[in-house]
């Protein structure tokens, strides 16, 4: 039970009048800078959130700091407080981000010394504790050299005291994306650490509303549903005391709220159904869906059991420099033109063996008898890499530029030569809970350390049966037409999430993708690679894993789509024997 209370909570377990309304204001370190402003102005919320931190965006900060350790946050989140500060305090509302970075502390004197220069009086807290590049003996596999960042994902708990002590202002570092709602709703209904299936439902509205317009029809694949074509706006929600909650958006934004969008955006990035977090173990496959009126969606029925004894672990180590040259190939030959662009390329450059790594890739583009000059062309994409930048500079762009009057018929590239640039490898790992104190500094500068939760094994998945799948004719259709797909990344795995929109289609999406059809679909780039299946029946959903796709991570991958955001969309155009019954 927490010292401090909202006033709408008369005690623990007792009747609470209304749901805490958490809208979000960020998905990422870049997102929206007006979003905040329009989350505060558009409609009552009680807490705003906002999500900054991704792997890639960790090494981004990570370079920050190391050119003046004063920063290593996100700078951004500035701007945006500057604009709601004042409104916010009027109104009671909290503020709750994961924009310290590497740098929580830094951040929250920086707020402090924007409130001063506002006029205003202003209570902040910041928890820390995840950065553990002070110490890394603890983390399993055991880490070689110097990582430039090294981040355990804690949970909400520290928010949650820090809102209890009163602070009106709450930045972490690296805590994980639904935490930032886990830890209001916690506070907000003084739940305790062993209430999981509460937990387990904070954690499943923060991760729908953790990416922003993503959860209300940003990047939805069938973009027909989406009426109201204006951008969309950020999704809020509202967490009642059971753990429920219902997502949703201010009235007069664009976009769309249906069980759709929000199906969507809980397959994101998860992995296996059982959804580990540092709070609890969300079981994602126990999740019910409903829409509950225009642009309301219910989520109800989660599961939640005690989290793992580690603590996941992002690495980020300096990886080397790279640099890229794409030569556009026209009209007829392609596939000789690029072989002796290829040739030429490596044989001025003094062969492949001078770069620690080449990608060379012919991306076709083309048609045959193209109605215009750029349906006729190709990309030949050459990315070398190396510990040394000069090896991959502009001895590397200056060399490929020799080609412009000697190479191929038709010669010419995408950019001019560039230099080189500094790339990034990530690596996950994992530690033990007892080698990380998380700690929370409180308004008045006290420090206390953070009570973990009790730990437990993750359950062993449950059994789905096979339902019947519809028999009849088929035909040959896109795969999309019976089921919608959202991809990303998880380090250098990919994750696709597809789900189909009615029970039949869901039968048959079942019974298709296996994981054998599924690496037939993705093609030869999948060919060798892990590929894991998930079923949620009750998003009428399978999840897949591609293991080693993305190489190691979006900071190093040559692949044109180094986050994989497209490769839902991909596997969405595949031409497949489809029942002509499942069809429109």
Not at 61 to 85: C, H, N
Not at 114 to 139: K, N, S
Not at 353 to 376: G, I, Q, S
């Amino acid at each position: 039970m927490f010292a401090s209370t909202p006033d709408n909570v008369i005690a623990y377990g007792a009747t609470v009048t209304r749901p805490v309304i958490i809208g979000n204001c960020s998905g990422f370190y870049g997102d929206r800078i007006t979003a905040a402003r329009e989350m505060v102005e558009g409609g009552p919320i009680d807490v705003l959130c906002g999500d900054y931190l991704a792997e890639l965006t960790m090494l981004i900060l990570a370079k920050s700091q190391a050119k003046d350790p004063s920063v290593g946050y996100a700078k951004t989140f500035l701007t945006q407080v500057e604009d709601v500060l004042g409104t916010c305090l009027e109104r009671g509302i909290k503020i709750v981000a994961n924009a310290g970075g590497l740098n929580a502390a830094g951040l929250a004197d920086a707020i402090r010394a924007l409130a001063e220069r506002l006029g205003l009086t202003v209570a902040v807290a910041h928890v820390e504790g995840d950065d553990l590049r002070g110490d890394l003996t603890a983390i399993t596999p055991p880490v070689v050299g110097k990582p430039v960042s090294a981040n355990a994902y804690l949970g909400g708990w520290g928010i949650a005291e820090a809102l209890a002590a009163g602070a009106d202002v709450v930045v972490t570092g690296r805590v994980t994306d639904a935490s930032l709602v886990v830890g209001p709703a916690a506070w907000w209904h003084g739940w305790c650490r062993e209430d999981w299936d509460r937990l387990a439902g904070a954690v499943a509205a923060g991760h729908v509303i953790e990416c922003g317009p993503q959860a209300t029809g940003g990047n939805y694949p069938f973009l027909d549903e989406i009426t109201d074509l204006r951008y969309p706006g950020f999704p809020i929600a509202e967490v009642a005391a059971d753990g429920s909650s219902v997502i949703t958006k201010h009235p007069d934004t664009g976009g769309l709220v249906s069980v759709g969008t929000v199906t969507a955006q809980l397959l994101y990035e998860i992995a296996e159904p059982a959804y580990l977090g540092p709070d609890v173990t969300t079981h994602l496959d126990t999740a019910v869906l409903t829409q509950d009126g225009g642009h309301r969606v219910m989520i109800s029925g989660v599961r939640g059991s005690a989290p793992p004894e580690t603590l996941k672990v992002a690495l980020n180590d300096a990886g080397g420099f790279r640099n890229t040259m794409t030569f556009v190939l026209t009209g007829l030959d392609i596939e000789a033109k690029a072989a002796r662009c290829e040739a030429m390329l490596f044989d001025l450059l003094g062969g492949r063996e001078r770069f620690a790594t080449t990608d060379v890739r012919l991306l076709r583009h083309d048609t045959a008898d193209a109605p215009e000059n750029a349906l006729a062309t190709a990309h030949l994409k050459v990315t070398v890499m190396d510990p040394d930048p000069r090896v991959v500079g502009r001895a590397f762009s200056g060399a490929a530029m020799e080609l412009a009057l000697a190479g191929y018929a038709g010669f010419h590239t995408t950019t001019p030569p560039t230099s080189e640039s500094a790339y990034g490898i990530y690596r996950p790992a994992a530690v033990p809970r007892s080698a990380v104190e998380q700690v929370v500094v409180l308004p008045d500068g006290t420090r206390s350390v953070v009570a973990d939760p009790p730990t437990g094994p993750v359950p062993a998945p449950p059994e789905h049966p096979a339902a019947a799948v519809p028999d009849g004719p088929t035909v040959r259709a896109p795969l999309g037409a019976v089921c919608g797909a959202r991809s990303g990344d998880k380090g250098g795995d990919a994750n696709v999430g597809l789900w189909a929109r009615d029970d039949a289609g869901h039968a048959w999406l079942r019974a298709h993708l296996t994981v054998e059809r599924l690496r037939e679909l993705l093609g030869p780039e999948a060919a060798d690679l892990r590929i894991e299946r998930y079923e949620l029946p009750a998003l009428r959903a399978i999840n897949v894993v591609v293991h080693g796709l993305l190489g190691a991570g979006v900071a190093s991958t040559a692949r044109p789509d180094p986050q994989a955001k497209g490769l839902g969309e991909y596997l969405r155009s595949r031409i497949v024997d489809v029942p002509a019954a499942l069809l429109p």
